[in-house]
Nanobody
Framework: VQLQASGGGLVQAGGSLRLSCAASGGTFNRYFIGWFRQVPGKEREFVAGISRGGGTTKYTDSVKGRFTISRDNAKNTVYLQMDSLKPEDTAVYYC????????????????????WGQGTLVTVSS
């Protein structure tokens, strides 16, 4: 499966952005999807994830209540709605996918994801 992330940009603190991750070349509903982010000099970190059918989601603590992950399997797309953005949310955001079978249905572990898209830059100004 190939992944294409889009929707990044420059926004003021308190604003919103919606990232999209469009998939092609695979059966989309076979994959759980994760969003990760990375700033220079730091490790890539998990942000949010969603199960194959969309019924299970997972978030890192720092974005709970502000970010919402969703998917439209008919459109082969996953979204990350980011509200109340903070300067510390500034990063390159990546979407990733995998189809391994997990009891938890979605993973927050970077190494559990085989397929990665290119990043999209989100910059939040103070």
């Amino acid at each position: 499966v190939q992944l294409q992330a889009s929707g990044g940009g420059l926004v003021q603190a308190g604003g919103s952005l919606r990232l999209s991750c469009a998939a092609s070349g695979g059966t989309f509903n076979r994959y759980f999807i994760g969003w990760f982010r990375q700033v220079p000099g730091k490790e890539r970190e998990f942000v949010a994830g969603i199960s194959r059918g969309g019924g299970t989601t997972k978030y890192t603590d720092s974005v709970k209540g502000r970010f919402t992950i969703s998917r439209d399997n008919a459109k082969n797309t996953v979204y990350l709605q980011m509200d109340s953005l903070k300067p510390e949310d500034t990063a390159v955001y990546y979407c990733a996918a995998d189809h391994k079978i997990l009891t938890a249905q979605v993973s927050s572990i970077l190494g559990d994801y085989e397929y990665w898209g290119q990043g999209t830059l989100v910059t939040v100004s103070s």
